[in-house]
């Protein structure tokens, strides 16, 4: 299956859609988009498709509905999760103002302490 992002005129993804990859010529990125632009729109749906790597192959990520579309970069950003995070332009993705503990365990982050918490589950 290949999937495609629905892009406004504001760049936001609304919708994704599958379709089979003999309807994308069955080739592969990016000669498989235009494929699939084409039959997209002989289905009659409207508007700007961006093919999006499920397994995040191209495109940095696989899109998601609110998520933005960056046509300089042709990448997919995901909502910002948290007032405090910057855009890093090298990892190309939202970080914390505090580096993610790198010690196997889980956290989740606080925006109210601005720090990583433990969770009970790894307790």
């Not at 990892?91 to 982050?109: H, I, M, R, S, T």
Request: proline fraction near 5%; include cysteine; aromatic fraction near 14%.
């Amino acid at each position: 299956m290949a999937h495609f992002a629905k892009i406004n005129t504001n760049n936001i993804v609304e919708k994704i859609i599958a379709i089979d990859n003999n309807d994308c010529c069955g080739g592969t990125f990016p000669d498989s988009e235009i494929c699939g632009q084409n039959f997209i729109q002989s289905l009659g749906l409207d508007g700007t498709w961006k093919q999006t790597s499920y397994n995040n192959s191209f495109r940095k990520k696989y899109a998601g509905i609110g998520f933005s579309y960056d046509q300089n970069k042709d990448i997919f950003i995901s909502p910002k999760p948290f007032d405090s995070w910057v855009f890093d332009n090298t990892e190309q993705d939202w970080v914390a103002p505090l580096p993610f503990p790198n010690d196997g365990n889980k956290y989740d982050w606080n925006e109210n302490n601005q720090e990583w918490i433990l969770l009970e589950d790894n307790l």
